[in-house]
């Protein structure tokens, strides 16, 4: 964009999805149950506000925090139409991701939330350092803490 500026910036947790279905049962404790379909997806609030809102037309950036494997996430958004300029890197922790098990009655989550952990420190010096006022609009996809708001 020839002014660097965005119509918004969301900030959020960003996760990889990995989601898994077709099981013929449900196991219990100690029990192996294979799934017929395996989807990776790209995950979170943050991310599927801003390739709706990419999709809409808006030009959006998406502030978040991966790992150093992070590479296929960012390919995805930026696929989408996403700007991924504003995302940081933790190279102490993989990205986060949640594993979603479906099956016709119901589904479970197993979370792990890996350099998500790292998002509020990034945030506030991101906030500091008037990152996010590159943006006409700063979507918070994400409950903030009170001190995040100081910043």
Not at 19 to 45: M, T
Not at 113 to 124: E, S
Request: proline share 5%; net charge negative.
């Amino acid at each position: 964009m020839p002014d660097g500026k965005f119509d918004a910036i969301v900030a959020g947790e960003l996760y990889t999805d990995l989601i898994l279905s077709g099981f013929d049962f449900w196991p219990q404790p100690g029990q192996e149950a294979f799934a017929k379909e395996f989807h990776r997806e790209v995950g979170g609030g943050a991310a599927n506000t801003a390739c709706g809102m990419a999709r809409l037309g808006s030009t959006v950036s998406l502030f978040g925090v991966v790992g150093e494997d992070g590479d296929w996430l960012a390919e995805r958004l930026s696929r989408d139409g996403v700007d991924t300029s504003c995302i940081q890197r933790d190279y102490g922790e993989p990205t986060a991701f949640t594993v979603a098990v479906s099956t016709p009655a119901d589904r479970s989550f197993l979370t792990y939330l890996g350099a998500n952990r790292t998002f509020p420190a990034a945030l506030a010096e991101a906030a500091r350092g008037r990152q996010l006022a590159r943006a006409t609009h700063v979507h918070l996809a994400f409950a903030p803490e009170l001190s995040t708001a100081a910043a």
